[in-house]
């Protein structure tokens, strides 16, 4: 049986990404961070890509979504995620060149943390509406053909 929700399964290769970003700016590693960052943004993007193009379509034309669930709040955190992400990209590369280094990269964690917890509310939007809901109002079929067009699409749930 097909499972939309399985598609969750990218947020945790997401997570780990993001992490090891934050690890490397720990280290002051900032060539190592910002290519992890560009790393987590590739994927978030193509994950991103996939609800947009694929799985919110659906989901607004069919699903019975409360105001929690609405569509316009996914696509307006995916904004706000790919600005935070533009910042992150910038501050980090910029970060070698910084007088006051430890001023600035704690900023930079602190702006990073707030930006976890919108991804946190994000992803608990998903899973209590976009996916089960999906889940419970498509056929097997159309869920084997939405998981098709999602691998297709470049997808790597």
């Known amino acids: 049986m097909a499972v939309i ?3 969750m399964k990218v947020h945790k290769v997401i997570d780990e990404l993001f ?6 700016l720990l ?6 961070a910002l290519r992890i960052l560009i790393a987590y943004e590739s994927t978030l993007l193509n994950h991103m890509a996939d609800e947009e193009s ?6 607004e034309e069919r ?3 409360p105001a929690a669930g609405s569509p316009k709040l996914f696509y307006d955190d995916h904004a706000k995620m790919r600005s935070y992400i533009e910042l992150f990209k910038q501050k980090t590369s910029e970060m070698p060149a910084e007088s006051e280094l430890d001023r600035v990269l704690l900023q930079l964690l602190d702006r990073e943390a707030f930006y976890l917890r919108l991804c946190s509310h994000h992803d608990r939007r998903e899973a209590d509406f976009l996916y089960p809901m999906l889940d ?3 056929s097997d079929k159309e869920k084997h053909e939405m998981l ?4 297709l699409r470049g997808g790597k749930h």
Request: proline residues 3%; charged residues 30%; negative net charge.
């Open 136 to 138: 419970g109002l498509l």
């Open 27 to 32: 280290h002051f590693d900032f060539e190592k």
């Open 19 to 24: 992490f090891e970003h934050q690890r490397a």
């Open 63 to 65: 699903a019975d979504f």
């Open 5 to 7: 929700t399985d598609l």
């Open 54 to 59: 694929i799985l919110l379509p659906v989901y």
């Open 148 to 151: 098709d067009r999602v691998r």
